[in-house]
């Protein structure tokens, strides 16, 4: 998981905040918040899926 805000320490809370919330609530918090962006990558019993925010590429 890669989260980016304004701060690392956003980012970092952020990013722990999206595991305890799980997959649906973490997409749906990111969302919301403008100038957060994140690219989770998932394994769910052997599957692994992809999914990253609208605006995560213009960072890198």
Do not use: H
């Not at 320490?9 to 595991?19: I, K, P, Q, R, S």
């Not at 799980?22 to 994140?38: C, F, T, Y």
């Amino acid at each position: 998981m890669r989260i980016t805000a304004n701060d690392e320490v956003t980012a970092d809370g952020l990013a722990t905040v999206c595991l305890v919330l799980g997959e649906v609530m973490a997409k749906k918090m990111i969302e919301k918040l403008p100038e957060v962006n994140a690219f989770v990558n998932l394994d769910s019993v052997g599957k692994l899926s992809y999914w990253q925010s609208e605006g995560f590429g213009a960072e890198l």
